[in-house]
């Protein structure tokens, strides 16, 4: 039976969707999902299989790889390694015979360790503070709406300190929230190494995300090399291979800036993937992969709209009222 709704999403998107038949070498649209759930991953990629081919980025983005997808296609990545890439979207992506990539924090994976941004939803939901101030701003934290720009907006900031000075501003702003001391929720578990070995035994390609989640353009040459070393020799030993596939934190112009997407390749990686609007070309900078961001429950007319030839120009419209709204 089809998805309710499936009709008008159909009459909505086609239009946009023909146009990329319209390319003589159609680009790639390459999905970022962070955390999933089964039933709306599954309706997305049956919606999106009958609309589009599927492609493994890790094979498209070979060196030297001659042979370019002549329909319109879709990649699929995962970013962080959450849990739920394993309950959740293991059994979709094999049921469809989706190729996907998961991209992973090394030191994060089997320690038990929480993600800042979730460890500050976490203090933020069970937190007394109603009010706090954050770069000479005060923010209201009494409805959601309201602490999830929050957390948009220490996101921001965080993007743009170095560690050592982002460490210590979070930990300031945990304890000035009163962090509760059990901070790990069932939906923010990690994979463990066990996990993403049957993840690669199935098929699935399990790539850098570096070694912290650092903010490679600000963390300094030397850090970010580091980051790169080391996630590259933890998936080496734990899975048998070195990553080949890198995604950049955070995602932005500037932590995948000339200087960064050099290091990239110093460090033995073929391609990186960003969060910067757009697709893939044939011809263009592997390691500036521009990626669409799709959220775990995504209605599907616009998930629609977002594999759709409008979306590069309707996202950059989107980012910059937002940057404007702030
Ligand atoms: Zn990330």
């Known amino acids: 039976m ?14 946009y969707e023909l146009a990329w038949r319209s390319f003589r070498r159609p680009p790639v649209v390459v999905l970022s999902y962070q955390h ?18 599927f492609v493994d980025l890790h094979d498209l983005l070979r060196p030297n790889r001659a042979c ?10 995962f970013d962080d390694g959450y849990r739920c890439c394993y309950t959740d979207a293991l059994p979709v992506l094999q049921r469809l015979g989706v190729p996907a990539t ?30 706090i101030e954050l770069d000479g701003r005060r923010h209201d934290l009494d409805a959601p709406c309201r602490r999830d720009a929050f957390v948009r907006r220490v996101r921001a900031l965080v993007a743009r300190l170095p560690a050592d000075e982002c460490a210590a501003r979070l ?3 945990l304890r000035r929230l009163a962090e509760p001391a059990v901070t790990v929720s069932p939906d923010t578990r990690l994979m463990g190494w066990e996990e993403l070995r049957r993840l690669r035994a199935a098929g699935i390609h399990v790539e850098s995300h570096t070694a912290t989640h650092a903010a490679l353009g600000v963390c300094g040459r030397a850090v970010a090399r580091g980051e790169l070393e080391a996630a590259r020799c933890h998936l080496q030993r734990e899975l048998g291979e070195p990553p080949r ?27 990186a993937v960003t969060m910067l609007p757009g697709v893939l070309r044939q011809g263009g900078d592997p390691f500036l992969v521009p990626r ?9 007319d616009v998930l629609g709209l977002k594999v759709s030839a409008l979306w590069p120009v309707a996202s950059r ?9 702030w």
């Open 36 to 53: 999933v759930e089964a039933a709306s991953l599954h309706a997305h990629l049956s919606h999106l299989g009958e609309r589009f081919q």
């Open 317 to 325: 419209l989107q980012a910059a009222l937002r940057a404007s709204w």
């Open 245 to 271: 596939l890198l995604a950049y934190p955070y995602g932005g112009r500037c932590h995948s800036s000339p200087a960064i997407r050099r290091l990239a390749a110093e460090t033995g990686h073929w391609a």
């Open 2 to 15: 089809a998805p309710p709704g499936l009709p008008r999403v159909a009459r909505l998107v086609a239009p």
């Open 102 to 131: 998961v991209f992973v924090v090394t030191e994060f994976v089997d320690t038990g360790r929480s993600f800042w941004w979730d460890r500050l939803a976490h203090t933020l939901a069970h937190s007394p503070v109603r009010s």
């Open 68 to 77: 370019w997808p002549l329909r319109p296609s879709v990649a699929v990545t």
């Open 171 to 173: 930990d300031d702003l």
């Open 292 to 300: 669409v961001r799709v959220g775990p429950r995504e209605a599907l």
